[in-house]
């Protein structure tokens, strides 16, 4: 792959002797969007965590611009903002201190940038950290990973807690950075979270990848659940050659992405006692059914 900027190779972490993760690669290229999906312990947080060196792996390589990434390399972690799925802030500061804290690890004041995302994210910076509900000390994590226009962007569950409406501020801000070339890792359980933003999706289950592809190709397939009931089931089943995740006698679910006018045409010519179609979510359809 071609300017790759981050490469992560065959990462396994075990907590003790339970499993974190068991084999993580990818790479991601500059400029890119990557969403990296998966159900509530699947890996994500480890994958990131281990990534970014603040547990250690069991065995595995990560490469960030190049060169095998070491935590004690400070050059490098300062092109990146890491937003944590769960902030963990000092309580006794107030934000205005808490953002000046963190510049100092920087060297510099970014005060423009700092501004607007206040303005952005309606933070007040005189309320102390103690005193912020969730949902806004997750605004404070925001503007602490992106104070400093890094060129990467690790975010783990990023809209969790935060109300609707800034959800929708963090995805402009997102899109922004989009343009402006950051390369982006965006953790979700949710995969419509992330359609609209990323480039690129790899789904995680039990610690390993089971799908990788570009957001198109997975988009283009629009796939429901299809329960048929009927006495000529085994003649269907063989007709619509589609996965079947549930059958009893006379009665069968399958996986179905044929279109309506096919599927209708195909189903005519059978005595057909119940016909049920549902909505599918991609994730729970590459999540569940396919490995
Ligand atoms: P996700 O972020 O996708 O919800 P996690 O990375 O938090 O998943 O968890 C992956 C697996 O590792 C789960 O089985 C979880 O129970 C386990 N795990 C996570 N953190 C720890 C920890 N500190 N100690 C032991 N096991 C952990
Ligand atoms: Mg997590």
Do not use: W
């Not at 995680?204 to 796939?223: A, P, Q």
Request: negative net charge.
């Amino acid at each position: 792959m071609d300017n790759c900027i981050i490469e992560i190779k065959h990462l396994k972490k075990n907590y003790g002797s339970s499993l974190g993760i068991e084999d993580v690669s990818f790479k991601i290229n500059k400029g890119e969007i990557y969403g990296f999906i998966g159900p509530n312990g699947s890996g994500k947080s480890t994958t990131i965590r281990t990534i970014l060196g603040l547990i250690n792996k069991t065995s595995g390589n990560v490469y960030i611009k190049g060169k095998e990434f070491n935590k004690d390399d400070i050059e490098t972690k300062k092109v990146i903002g890491y937003l944590p799925s769960e902030i963990n802030l000092y309580d006794d500061m107030t934000i205005k201190e808490m953002f000046d804290y963190h510049e100092l690890f920087y060297g510099k004041h970014f005060n423009k940038r700092r501004e607007e995302l206040v303005k952005l994210l309606k933070i007040d910076e005189s309320k102390k950290i103690e005193d912020l509900s969730l949902g806004n000390q997750k605004k404070v994590g925001i503007v602490l990973c992106l104070i400093h226009e890094p060129e990467i962007l690790i975010l783990d569950e990023p809209t969790s807690g935060l109300d609707p409406i800034m959800q929708n501020v963090l995805h402009e801000i997102l899109l922004k950075e989009k343009e402006k070339g950051t390369t982006i890792i965006y953790s979700s359980h949710i995969l419509n979270e992330v359609s609209s933003l990323c480039d690129r999706v790899g789904f995680i289950k039990e610690g390993i990848i089971i799908k990788e592809d570009l957001i198109d190709n997975i988009m283009k397939d629009s796939y429901t659940y299809l329960s048929i009931s009927s006495k000529d089931i085994k003649q269907i089943k063989k007709d619509l050659g589609l996965k079947v995740i549930r059958e009893s006698k006379d009665e069968a679910t399958f996986i179905n992405n044929i279109d309506s006018n096919t599927l209708i045409k195909k189903l005519a010519k059978y005595n057909i006692d119940r016909l049920l179609i549902q909505e599918i979510s991609l994730e729970d359809l590459f999540i569940n059914y396919y490995k």
